[in-house]
DNA sequence: CCCGGAACCTGAAGGC
DNA sequence: TGCCTTCAGGTTCCGG
């Protein structure tokens, strides 16, 4: 599934399409499209030129000369693929380019959004901080902790309390820095606090390193998988070991998500 | 504010 | 082998 390491490693791999015009979109799927109707979507976005690709969060956003942003959110199975000629399997729509070339949003679920906005704050306005930039400090992580009861892998989901976090680096995130998901996010200490701001930042470094986790139908642009879910302790490990103490990883639901942990290395304290 | 649950989807996996 | 059920999860929306 795509997370911020994910649609990070998908923004800097799309990057030869900056500069390029769009010479018209096919939308294979239209209840992809979130916003605004087909028939302006096909008017505003047609001989546009792509001026630059930005990440925010999970969103994947397309600046164009126009001054309206392509905002595309993969969801759960989204893809985009770059390449010529015919799409593969499950594209649900078709950027096509003046050098000839496609970008193909490849999304078997049907769960993937494109809108198209003149004020991108409109859609991104409530994300919380990046994980990975000078804002998102131990400081403004422990105020943040601070105003929330809920159990400690809820709140990093949320992505208006953090952004880009999904499912599989919220467990490898919590497991790096020992700590149970069920913990109140209120109930951490200072060192505790300290070691996941840590983890959070490692864990996603690591997993651009490797280009993204192909645990399910995540490609890279060039159809090509990442490498991140090789080195992962916990995240989707069911039935398998702790890399650290041999303890049986475990699963439980937290709000209806499925989350591994190691009983051992993350202990229940409260 | 906080929480649970449904909806959106379909391939994969499990049960019988 | 094959049918049927359940599961997977990011986000949004609705109700309590």
Redesign the pocket.
């Known amino acids: 599934?795509p997370?911020l390491p994910e649609v990070e490693t998908i923004k800097n791999e799309l990057a030869p399409v900056v500069g390029r015009r769009i010479s018209g979109v096919d939308l294979l799927w239209e209840?992809m499209l979130h916003q605004p109707s087909p028939a302006e979507f096909q008017s505003r976005i047609a001989d546009r030129c792509i001026t630059g690709i930005s990440r925010r969060?999970?969103y994947l956003i397309f600046s164009l000369d126009s001054g309206d942003s392509l905002i595309i959110?993969l969801?759960?199975?989204g893809s985009l693929l770059l390449g010529r000629g015919s799409p593969p399997e499950y594209t649900r729509a078709i950027i096509h380019l003046d050098d000839g070339s496609s970008i193909f949003f490849r999304d078997?679920?049907?769960?993937g959004k494109i809108q198209l906005v003149a004020d991108r704050d409109s859609v991104i306005g409530e994300l919380g901080p990046e994980p990975l930039e000078e804002g998102f400090t131990p400081e403004v992580f422990t105020r943040g902790l601070q105003?929330?009861?809920?159990?400690l892998k809820?709140v990093l989901?949320d992505?208006g309390f953090i952004a880009g976090i999904?499912?599989?680096y919220a467990d490898e995130a919590l497991f790096r820095a020992g700590i149970h998901p069920l913990r109140l996010a209120n109930s951490l200490s200072d060192a505790e606090v300290r070691r996941l701001h840590r983890a959070i930042r490692g864990v996603l470094l690591a997993a651009i390193d490797s280009k993204g986790a192909s645990v399910n139908t995540y490609y890279r642009p060039s159809g090509e998988k990442g490498s991140a879910h090789t080195g992962f302790n916990v995240a989707?490990r069911r039935g398998e070991y702790c890399p650290v103490c041999g303890t049986g990883i475990e699963?439980i639901l937290i709000?209806?998500?499925?989350s591994y942990y190691c009983p051992k290395c993350q202990l229940e304290k409260r």
Do not use: C, D, I
Request: net charge positive.
């Open positions: 599934m997370e209840r969060g999970k959110h969801k759960m199975t078997p679920r049907k769960f105003k929330r009861k809920a159990p809820a989901l992505q999904g499912n599989m989707h699963r709000r209806q998500r499925g």
